[in-house]
Nanobody, 121 residues
Framework: QVRLVESGGGLVQPGGSLRLSCVAK????????MGWYRQDPGKQRELVAG???????TYTDAVQGRFIISRDNANNTVYLQMNSLKPEDTAVYLC???????????????WGQGTQVTVSS
């Protein structure tokens, strides 16, 4: 089995920074794309940032220039460095990874449990 474990959320003032981490654990054969999504109650889940297994990155326009996604393949970890945070960044942030588990068929998407990020003064 594969699971994603997130950490790093919390309360921060506008203009502040937070760093989210997500480590994939379990019987991992290979990890392909990884990413961070966010969701507010009553709103659709949106992709914040993604990174491929070749380190190509993508960002939603709202965070371009403020957030940086990175990954450490040796440790099956993806990070999201969030700078210049705004109140509208407040949401539950969820880690996503496309993983081919050992001795299990094709790759599939896995999700973390989510970590709350609140930007408020």
């Amino acid at each position: 089995q594969v699971r994603l474990v997130e950490s790093g959320g919390g309360l921060v003032q506008p203009g502040g920074s937070l760093r989210l981490s997500c480590v994939a654990k379990g019987s991992i054969g290979r990890i392909y794309d990884m990413g961070w999504y966010r969701q507010d109650p009553g709103k659709q889940r949106e992709l914040v940032a993604g990174i491929s297994d070749t380190f190509a990155t993508t960002y939603t326009d709202a965070v371009q220039g403020r957030f940086i996604i990175s990954r450490d393949n040796a440790n099956n970890t993806v990070y999201l460095q969030m700078n210049s945070l705004k109140p509208e960044d407040t949401a539950v942030y969820l880690c996503n990874a496309r993983v081919r588990a050992v001795k299990v068929g094709p790759a599939r998407d896995y999700w973390g449990q989510g970590t709350q990020v609140t930007v408020s003064s």
